[in-house]
């Protein structure tokens, strides 16, 4: 005990404070390499964040090693920060390696600044879920069909990029699916993994059509390596499916002044430009139970049973 504090003792008071302070200042290389610090350390997250980051502080240690060398003449100051100079300059290059490592052509790019960025996702978990589609894009010409009612294999996801895509049941149309949207949520979250379905409607493009396919198996794999990428595609599609409901519930009328809810198959609610918020009771009719009304196509008809 007494050689610990002996040594921490020689550690503190072996060095006799500063009487007087030099009155002259560094050198302007000094001053530099010191807002080169202080910027340096301003740096965000994220790839080129680290670049900002490794950029300033290799050219602050840089500064501070010219210094030491020639004003203060110190091969030790000297050597150390020219040693962090070096493991600065490494990890930028090691750094913008990466960067270049992940570029993607300009729809997938486009894609991930529209749907992926704005989620927080990285470019490296991107990275993975391009690679799950082997980073192609799918063109669909004008009026072909993507998936026929009865027919089509339920096998992947797709997601369009541009382009409009007509959904129809037995030649009634349903609604438009858009870019940014699924073109098969509602089946993929009918289907188990283990199960097999087909289509219930026909997807037919409108216009020239361009969209990313994800084969089922290969997808499913990504995800059970990856639960961040499984949560994400859960949330991604489940409010892709909304959305198709919702539309769906926009177009859906029944008779004068009447509209279809969806949400509540059972009952008929009176839609008027002046009604207010609340409706007494008496303006609920009760339909029969599981009925459709005329001219009204099911929604169980949009997604695989």
Partial sequence: ??????????????????????QEAEGSIYHLASILFVVGFMGGSG???LLYVFSLLGLGFLCTSVWAWLDVCAADIFSWNFILFAVCFVQFIYVTYQVRSVSFDREFQELYSALFQPLGISLTVYRKIVLCCD????????????????????????????????????GEFLHYIFPLQFLDSPEWDSLRPTEEGIFQVTLTAETDCRYVAWRRKKLYLLFAKHRFISRLFSILIGSDIAEKLYALNDRVHVGKGFRYDIRLPNFYHVSLPEAPPVLPSHHLQRGPPRRKPTGVTNCSSFSTQ
């Fill in 1 to 22: 005990m007494g050689e610990n504090a002996s040594f921490w003792e020689s550690l503190i008071y072996a060095h006799p404070t500063c009487s007087t302070w030099k």
């Fill in 47 to 49: 790839f080129f964040g």
């Fill in 135 to 170: 980073a192609e894009v799918v063109t669909l010409e004008k009026e072909h069909c993507y998936a026929m009612q009865g027919k089509t294999p339920i096998d992947k996801l797709s997601l369009l990029v541009s382009g409009r895509i007509r959904v129809t049941v037995d």
